[in-house]
């Protein structure tokens, strides 16, 4: 009976020494993190196999396209359509890419790294959320990410280096919206017609006007440029749409009553070359309907008399 007891005392001794021999357990580092949107950069997302990443976007979301579909994988809901999430599905190393775009036409590029279920070490990033860029003239504090009041651009003192390596670049004279005598409406119940448009060494400035023809009143969201190619069928609809970068833009107002008007002005570098079957367009949307966009064509190079 004796012996019994010591054997349950030595096994009951071998297993706590076990218990306290083994390595604790390794948790990830939790990351959350939030970017402001640059559809000219790649950003790096980590994940690790037996955890889940969200990647929330400012727009809804149209695709998601991924290099590697075998290693990873990528969920998108219509009931979330802001939100992606992304996983390995391999407890090997991995690496790819994925492109998301969005119904306004934004391309975001993100590089896939999975170091694998043998490495706990290093971070995982549980949420990536991006935000829309501000604009260099923003409202008063209770303005959202939408147009301020009207604001003058004209140059303001800035530090001689952005980053310390590029040199600044701002516009250099003061530009106000005029409104075109003769307007050329596009568009429903929101309508866009494009003025003047003017070129100074690749710089357009298109003038736009904005007519509310609604009957409730409307928020604007920033304008932008896109340079978009057209399919070849009948209806011409749009196939793919790359956004050029604004440097500035001003408007004289945000919110348009029924029935109101608003002019703007929108400044940006012209890209060097396009193709044949692309166009340039000024896009202007409502706040409670930025998947309904007007889309308006600009000049791709300013009319005789209006370079400068």
Aim: charged share 20%.
């Amino acid at each position: 009976m004796r012996s019994c007891w010591i054997f349950a005392y030595l096994i009951t001794l071998s297993y706590c020494l076990a218990q306290t021999d083994s390595p604790p357990k390794v948790l990830p580092d939790a990351r959350i993190v939030r970017l402001t949107l640059d559809t000219q950069s790649v950003t790096v997302l980590h994940l690790r196999p037996g955890y889940i990443s969200s990647v929330r976007l400012p727009e809804d979301v149209s695709s998601v396209v991924l290099g590697n579909p075998g290693t990873f994988k990528a969920e998108h809901s219509e009931a979330e359509p802001r939100l992606v999430f992304l996983k390995p599905i391999t407890a090997s190393p991995a690496e790819t890419n994925a492109l998301i775009t969005t119904r306004t036409g934004r391309e975001i590029s993100l590089h896939l790294v999975s170091v694998g279920s043998s490495d706990r070490t290093g971070a995982v990033d549980f949420v990536l959320q991006y935000d829309l860029p501000h604009t260099l003239l923003l409202g008063n504090s209770q303005s959202s990410f939408v147009i301020g009041p009207t604001k003058s651009l004209a140059p303001e003192p800035l530090p001689s280096t952005v980053g310390g390596n590029a040199p600044a670049t701002r516009i250099q004279e003061p530009i106000r919206p005029q409104r075109d005598p003769n307007p050329h409406w596009q568009g429903k119940l929101l309508q866009v017609a494009v003025g003047r448009v003017t070129e100074k060494d690749q710089q357009m400035t298109v003038e736009f006007s904005v007519l509310n023809a609604s009957s409730k009143t409307i928020e604007l969201l920033p304008p932008q440029i896109q340079l978009a190619s057209r399919s070849n069928d009948k209806h011409k609809k749009t196939v793919k749409a790359d956004p050029v970068p604004i440097k500035d833009y001003t408007i004289t107002i945000r919110r348009l009553p029924p029935g109101a008007t608003a002019d703007g002005v929108v400044v940006f570098d012209r890209p060097s070359f396009k193709e044949s079957r692309e166009q340039m367009l000024l896009q202007v949307a409502q706040a409670e309907g930025v998947d309904q966009p007007v889309l308006v064509p600009v000049a791709f190079v300013a009319p005789d008399g209006e370079a400068r």
